[in-house]
């Protein structure tokens, strides 16, 4: 079993190699689905001396334990749900639900509301069916705002909705005019809904 500190480090590792770097690591990932086989994301962990103690199950922990459920077990092989920066991963188009949130912080507003939600680096703008993960990602990087995206307006000015799993949705973009400030988040904390 991790320690809190190893499982936090290990996710970190874990994310880096399997949404931005994976060739870093001699990882190479399916187009479709970004997945790689388990044991060649173990073999890639345990070839640093740091992680050489590492097993399956230590992965499975890290998996089962992620606050965002950032990875997901396919079979035998293992993905990273959403958040990829380097080749583009596939997803089938969805009918999202009528409203999805997004978490960003004070400072980014005033771009949003005139540009609308754009990846920022990444394949995809990530949203949310709740306002808890939204709250996640918006408080890490200043003070927070919550924004309600009406999706079926989204979609009538040309967004393509995408479900990850686990209430989380991409898009490619989401237009400012779908995007409005939930004033029932004010002063919201990660943990408390």
Not at 44 to 70: F, G, P, Y
Not at 96 to 107: C, D, E, F, I, S
């Amino acid at each position: 079993m991790l320690k809190p500190t190893q499982e936090k480090t290990l996710s970190k590792w874990m994310t880096k190699a399997l949404r931005h770097t994976p060739g870093e690591f001699g990882l190479t990932l399916d187009p479709e689905d970004g997945s790689c086989p388990a044991d060649s994301l173990l073999a890639a962990i345990t070839s640093h001396s740091r992680w050489s103690w590492v097993t399956l199950e230590h992965i499975r922990q890290v998996v089962r334990n992620s606050d965002k459920q950032r990875f997901e077990w396919k079979g035998e092989r293992i993905r990273a749900r959403y958040g990829h920066s380097h080749d583009h991963i596939s997803y089938t188009p969805e009918i999202p639900p009528a409203v999805l949130y997004h978490g960003t912080n004070q400072k980014a507003l005033p771009s949003i509301l005139k540009e609308g939600l754009l990846p920022m680096g990444r394949q995809y703008v990530h949203l949310s069916e709740g306002t808890h993960f939204a709250t996640m990602a918006g408080s890490r990087r200043g003070e927070l705002v919550i924004l309600r995206v009406d999706t079926a307006h989204a979609r009538e000015s040309g967004a393509t909705f995408y479900y990850a799993g686990n209430e989380v949705w991409l898009a490619d973009r989401v237009p400012a005019a779908s995007c409005s400030i939930d004033q029932h988040a004010e002063g919201r904390h990660p943990n408390h809904e």
